[in-house]
């Protein structure tokens, strides 16, 4: 019960994350036609890029805890330490979007990303210590590649922000791509599990 | 259990989508009389017709899951783009309110339409997939006539944005009540199986 | 199970209807002292009267749904029907604090409050449609007296607002009041019922 | 089932309340570099604060539940009542944040946390009154120390906002450590019982 508490707090706030960065996407005013539009691409393009990440935490935290049996109140923290970071995201995407994706403010992502992943990995850690070694959960993660990659590649992105500001978008747009790609050896575990 | 969290997220994420939507009805500043609601007509059709689709999508949305046993990943990401389409419900309903029902605004609107309902329908599939041509689903559904007409009414829409735009209009809401007119044959399929 | 997605979907809407109504409590800019909050006074009571309002319906929503065993298609309109009224309270709340209870302002309140009213009756008569004149529902809500009392209450308000517009808030606050007072009755019969 | 309707309602609440908190985190227009950053900094601590609050509140509402086997009509208004001061966080945070913890706004802030807490304490006390003195809530709470104990340092804080305003910044962040370290002996007993 408790579980499934936690479950519906985390996905009443993604939710309203997921639906409150849409409202930087501002109406323009008192212009009806296409070109009006055209100014709010980068914002847009933005918007997409962040649906997506809190899509792939969603998809994962979901996951994560289907294979969990119990909370305690430091995973419940761990939880709210990880919603903290994510509640940021509108802002980080908003700016981002605003400022046609300028160093700064990719630099500014990035530590956001960056923040999240290292929350989802304490939280997964926290979850683990519970469920023990051997769970479901621990052998569905594994060697966690992509969780281990990630950060790297954060680290990486904040670093070309100043460099090469593309570079960086492109490599926040690959991590998504990362994550993306299902992982059908995960699924299944989890799956002969039920 | 995974298919609860599918619904609990959809369901925030709709509700939220359908209740920000009231905040593009600006409140009149500085004057308190009947005139000065008047300006908002318009933005109140289109939030009025918005409300109707959500209200359409979620109730399809709704009977769709109630006959489905089990999802997968690519029904997760299946569901994300849909709820990604209907997010920017919001943006366009009060781009067309604002400038009472502009041409380009009214393509802008079916455009949006037509995505949303492109992924209703990969969603429909995805599910289909798993249940199986004979599940209860896929017998419900049938030919989908209404599934199949919409698309090729929302084109027919966009193209008369720029010739006719009220004609655009009309397309569109006759496509709400299309959907609006309970469908009794799909009811009771599925109160047969349960 | 149909049954919860419907509560749920109501939860949420109610939910966010009542956070972002105190979003027109706006912030005072450059202003920190006691006397900058004065002029805020009358949009917290136009808050604070339309929380009370929501969470009236949302308690008899929760309790009505408890003693209902099945929903229909049309249940599910009549239920969004009534979130559309519901919907729009924060727009009449907003203009009626921020115009300080002005006539045309207290008014349409009356008039929002009216129809959420009628909403309420029709969805309620839908769901005693299916489960019968012999149900648990239909003899806890026995003559509704409060149910038929208030749109008459509601129409003198808004007749009186253009007269003696405090008359007018003064009987939106006495319905307010009369629902609030706890029905033992109603509550009895449920819980014998269970 | 009435239960958890209660606990859907609130964790819908506040979730919004923490997420649209963040929009007084305001985008900055046209300044893309860390300069522009700065300004946000008392504003963020102002919002860091209020999260761990509303998380604070959500923990302990969550385990008070989870100890509790049935609601009555008052308990529901209890909860609406502790969620209408909640719901006045994100405007007492922002005014706070904007004015660099001004006397005035540490105040406000100070009477929201007190009535929250009083809120808080008439709830847990309704429950109790069904659960009876030997429930398993009863006995988790004991002799509710902290609960005690927050209502006086509000109230020093609300009086030390006009002699040293940072005396009363520091009142409210001890009191919110307080209660972030786990009361282990809580956790304990409830886990007794199940």
Redesign the interface.
Known sequence: ??KG?L???S??????????M????K???G????A??KPLLPVTLSY?LS?IYI?IY??NH?MML?STSRV???V??AN?HL??WL??V??AT??MG??HF????LA?YGVMLLMAGVAYFVLQNCIIAIEGPHSALARAIGRDLKGKASPVLYLAGIAASFWQPWVAGGIYVAVALMW?I?DRRI?RTLVERV
């Not at 300028?102 to 403010?105: E, I, V, W």
């Open positions: 019960m408790r508490r479950e519906a707090f996905d009443g706030v993604l939710a309203i994350i997921l639906t409150i849409v409202l930087e996407i109406v323009p005013h212009a009806a036609n296409f009006a539009l997409l649906f899509g969603w998809n979901h289907a305690s109140g430091g419940l923290w709210l919603l903290f509640s940021l509108p802002f908003g700016w605003e400022n300028a160093p700064a403010t500014v993306l299902p699924e």
